[in-house]
């Protein structure tokens, strides 16, 4: 049983420096967690490469923050020479011969990688139950969600198996997660780090994401994975920085708002009421707190126009997965070339895939595009600007991440909602802005964490994850592990 | 009926950039079958595409050199449709915003000038190969993700001749600027030409035919001439066309039917999300514009004012690399440009052509050229030394006027010693002399050359001939009575 994953990457970083652990004894803990894993949390495993990395290090010097310390990919990240399937059957057996940039970049900062996390088929879904391994347990619930796409990155930072587990974000797939698990989930800027190697769901919403157990260990992670990289043309070619000196500097901005329509409808009241409390505190704190009446109708947007894009950009970035260079070949002797790609993608995708493909096909064509697609783009235009107008006056949104407690499984429905909530999908707002924005835990209800968010505007990650710093200050709830908060 | 063909052209042209036109891979023909790609060009999960800097000035070139208004940002469209030779399932190109449009290029038929609108020019990428065997199909990705200009004629032209012309116009637009080999051949230029008729006179356009697999630029006039035989034959009979897409062959010279449109693949055309919306500076479509290569025609209208033929300045264009040592040549300072044409297209090219050799080979530089035929020019040495002169050159490398000198070929050109031989030469052929005088000018001739024969060819003929007139004129021919 793991006696040192739980720790903080700080905590853990002080021993190495010490020496009074080694990074073998760090990956020899991290794969006894893994081995331990009751929640459905992994799919690829990498402990004889993780040793055999961990082994090669010998001297870890103080500002060698991340070095020596083992860390989990969420399976959409391309790993050289690791299985990756991004948890559906289509990619069953398919080994990357490059490592996605973030890869790379942890590698180089001497992180180790022990293994791949589950996650909703192909990162479409946000309940973490249509992987091809099944569904992934709440580790304080295990009859209730941890919530997708990133659910065994999730799930594994939450039972405490390592300091850090990289997600990714396109709706949010990251900060919803870590709300049902007691986690930080950060979401950075778009183009503030590479996707080179992060398999697309919808490319012009995607982001990297990752999860720790306290803000300034993200803080040191965005420091390690931001910059351009000539591989994702997206990339910011702005100055990178040292984001670390915001948390430990306490460097924020001033002014929070929140929206008069998202607080007037949580019916929870254990939510509303740590969220009013909270933004008392920070108020205390100096901190000017403003309500801002940003347009319900465009809240009401949320939902469509994220299913039209998405579903949309993702029907064409997964044209690629046809059979041919890589996955599974088809079996049933198929004559023409149309018939061998109708088998392999009837065979490989679910059929929750299959409906997001036809929903972004039929969105797309000629006589749709207009009334479809064209108008998500548009509404998406509305709902940014009027974010922005919000951030011209306002440096923080500041709301919940969730509004109830994770469901039940057996409270799932695979039936589309004909009238959606915009509070479940009120975070997509940092998606269509590109906004960076972190979720931190807020207060615990029967058990279950729910979390706050912070979203700055765009490049401003420093002053979010400084503003992420003070809120956990005042709510105390850091290194959160299930075991710990039990 | 009397129609009127309506003729529209797309061609593809293949950039001969040094990688693909979204990934790093090199764009090297002949290479073994899948060596030449990267993770990108198989479609990886993950890989993103990031625009050729090189193609990019490759398109402004050609928008420049069409006459088209340069985009000032740059947009991506994805066309997504499955296929096998489309590894990504979707081809990355310019559908909304190309990067050149609204241009011309003139073409000469007939003698006459004309100007074929252009609508746009669009930079995508190429696709893979497929070699389909008997039980099994291979796929070579070495191709795929090679660059391709796409320019989009007006369907603006009206017979098989102007069509021809127009790829002509285009595929040495695009050799001369460098950005392609231009080979209809070997597939770095490929054309769909579009055909319709239409009752002459009238101004709605009638259904079109594509024609693919053109492979020279002769099969692009007799595909088109065939077409208007078959439509008119078509309509005339009271039929209709229905809108297909035709193959030419070469060897039936006919155009066969490959499918017929009923069907249309729907593209889903949408924007690239992984490449945001590229600005252009400024600086950087002025400096794409200004290293540009010469155009055919800007060479086509010095080379009339320097005074050669319009067979010449063809014979010239046929090769960039003469015409440009032909324009380095006058600008050091020929007094004769027919007699420095004459010495490079036969001479020269002659060597070379029997050699291999190119003209970056040559042994002699330049100015020793200029120097050869100013001296030929100025009456120094005679048009046979010259060749000889030459030839040795070619060989050796030497400049000319240490040849003329060892070789003793000086010309005598002071009139006195020339008058010495002309008075000695008169003296020994009075009947010569004598035939000469009663109308018989060929003897003029016969006297020069006695001349050249006594001086050993060094007597400067032209200066003989004209003491010779002088002392023995004038050459009265018989009246007719």
Redesign the interface.
């Known amino acids: 049983m793991t006696k040192l994953m739980n720790k903080p990457i700080s905590e853990l970083h002080e021993l190495l420096v010490k020496k009074e652990i080694t990074p073998v004894d760090l990956v020899n803990d991290c794969i006894a967690g893994v081995k331990s894993d009751d929640c459905n949390c992994f799919e690829a495993l990498n402990f004889d490469g993780a040793l055999k990395e961990a082994g090669k290090i010998t001297e870890i010097k103080e500002e060698e923050y991340l070095k020596g310390i083992p860390y989990f990919a969420k399976d959409n990240y391309s790993t050289k020479g690791i299985e990756t399937t991004a948890s559906s059957n289509i990619l069953n057996g398919y080994v990357p011969v490059f490592d996605a940039t973030v890869i790379s970049k942890l590698n180089r900062a001497g992180m180790i990688m022990v293994a791949k996390t589950t996650m909703d088929e192909l990162a479409m879904g946000g309940t973490g139950t249509t992987g091809h391994k099944g569904s992934t347990l709440n580790p304080y619930d295990h009859s209730r969600i941890i919530g997708g796409s990133s659910c065994g990155s999730a799930s594994s930072l939450a039972l405490g198996l390592a300091p850090l587990a990289l997600g990714s974000d396109t709706g949010d797939s990251v900060r919803k997660p870590a709300s049902n698990g007691g986690l930080v989930g950060y979401k950075a800027t778009w183009g503030r780090i590479s996707r080179y190697g992060l398999f697309p769901f919808a490319p012009s919403l995607d982001a990297v994401g990752f999860f720790t157990r306290n803000v300034l260990d993200a803080s040191y992670v965005l420091s390690a994975l931001s910059g351009h990289d000539r591989n994702d043309m997206s990339s910011s070619y702005r100055k990178r920085e040292k984001y670390e000196n915001y948390v430990l500097g306490h460097k924020t901005l001033k002014k929070i708002g929140y929206f008069k329509a998202v607080m007037d409808s949580i019916s929870d009241k254990t939510i509303k009421d740590s969220y009013v409390d909270l933004l008392n505190k920070l108020k205390a704190k100096g901190y000017e707190v403003i309500a801002y009446d940003y347009p319900v109708e465009l809240l009401d947007a949320l939902y469509p126009t994220y299913m039209i894009i998405s579903c949309a950009e993702a029907t064409s970035n997964d044209a690629n997965l046809d059979g041919i260079r890589f996955g599974p070949t088809a079996k049933d002797n198929p004559k023409t070339y149309s018939e061998y790609m109708t088998e392999c993608r009837t065979k490989g995708f679910s059929d929750l895939i299959k409906r997001r493909f036809v929903i972004g096909s039929f969105s797309l064509l000629s006589q749709n595009q207009e009334e479809m697609f064209s108008r998500a783009q548009k509404a998406r235009r509305l709902i940014v600007d009027n974010l922005n107008r919000f951030f011209d006056s306002i440096d923080y949104l500041v709301q919940p991440a969730s509004f109830a407690i994770p469901k039940k499984f057996s409270e799932l429905s695979t039936a589309w909602s004909t009238h959606p909530d915009f509070l479940d999908n009120i975070l997509t707002l940092g998606n269509f802005g590109g906004n960076p924005s972190l979720t931190l835990p807020m207060a615990f209800e029967s058990g279950m964490p729910l979390g706050i968010n912070v979203t700055g505007r765009i490049f401003e990650d420093g002053y979010v994850m400084g503003l992420g710093q003070e809120i956990e200050n005042i709510t105390g709830l850091k290194n959160l592990t299930v075991k710990e908060a039990k | 009926m009397e129609y009127e063909p309506v003729i529209g052209i797309e061609i593809h042209v293949e950039l001969k950039t040094k990688s693909k036109m979204f990934s790093s891979a090199p764009c090297t023909f002949g290479k073994d079958p899948n060596s030449q790609t990267v993770?990108l060009d198989?479609?990886?999960?993950?890989?993103?595409?990031?625009?050729n800097e090189e193609a990019v000035v490759f398109g402004i070139r050609v928008s420049t050199a069409l006459n088209m208004k340069v985009a000032r940002t740059l947009y991506f469209d994805?066309k997504?449709y499955?296929?096998?030779d489309l590894?990504?399932?979707?081809q990355i190109t310019q559908q909304f915003h190309p990067i050149g449009r609204d241009g011309f290029v003139e073409i000469n038929v007939d003698g006459k000038t004309e100007k074929i609108g252009i609508e746009q020019a669009h930079l995508e990428e190429d696709t893979a190969k497929q070699i389909h065997l008997s039980d099994i199909?291979l796929?070579n990705f070495n191709r795929c993700g090679t660059p391709l200009i796409e320019i989009v004629s007006l369907p603006e032209m009206h017979s098989g001749l102007e069509a021809m012309k127009y790829v002509e116009a285009i595929r040495e637009i695009v050799a001369y600027l460098g950005v392609s080999d231009g080979k209809m051949e070997n597939g770095s230029l490929r054309c769909d030409i579009n055909v319709s008729l239409r009752p002459k006179g009238t101004i709605k356009l009638g259904t079109k035919c594509e024609c693919k697999n053109l492979n020279t630029i002769q099969n692009i006039r007799s595909a088109v001439d065939y077409e208007v035989k078959r439509q008119s034959e078509i309509l005339d009979a009271g039929g209709q066309v229905e809108q297909e897409t035709r193959r030419y062959d070469e060897g039936l010279k006919q155009t066969v039917l490959m499918r017929k449109k009923t069907d249309a693949i729907?593209y889903?055309?949408?924007r690239e999300?992984?490449?945001?919306p590229i600005d252009l500076d400024e600086g950087f479509i002025y400096d794409a514009i200004h290293s540009m290569n010469k155009l055919p025609n800007a060479y086509r209208s010095e080379l009339k004012a320097d005074g050669l033929s319009d067979y010449e300045i063809e014979e010239l264009l046929k090769n960039q690399d003469f015409v440009v040592y032909f324009e380095d040549c006058l600008a050091l300072g020929i007094k004769n440009s027919s007699t420095l044409w004459n010495f490079l297209m036969v001479d020269i090219l002659g060597y070379l052509n029997k050699s291999q050799k190119t003209l970056d080979e040559l042994k002699f530089s330049k100015e020793n050229l200029v120097q050869l035929v100013n001296d030929l020019t100025s009456g120094k040495i005679n048009s046979k030394q010259a060749k000889e002169v030459l030839a040795i050159m070619i060989e050796e490398g030497k400049n000319p006027t240490d040849i003329i000198k060892e070789k003793g070929m000086e010309q005598i050109s002071d009139t006195g010693e020339v008058e010495k031989l002309v008075d000695e030469i008169l003296k020994n052929n009075q009947q010569s002399v004598a035939d000469y005088q009663h109308g018989k000018d060929h003897a003029l001739g016969y006297l020069v050359g006695q001349v050249m024969k006594m001086s050993h060819g060094k007597a400067n003929p032209n200066l003989s001939k004209e003491l010779i007139v002088k002392k023995i004129g004038p050459c009265i021919k018989p009246t007719n009575k």
Do not use: E, H, Q
Not at chain 2, 42 to 51: I, R
Not at chain 2, 87 to 90: A, L, R, T, V
């Open positions: 993770p198989l479609a990886f999960p993950g890989t993103m595409p990031v625009v994805r997504n499955f296929y096998p590894p990504k399932g979707y199909s796929l729907d889903k055309y949408f999300p992984n490449i945001v």
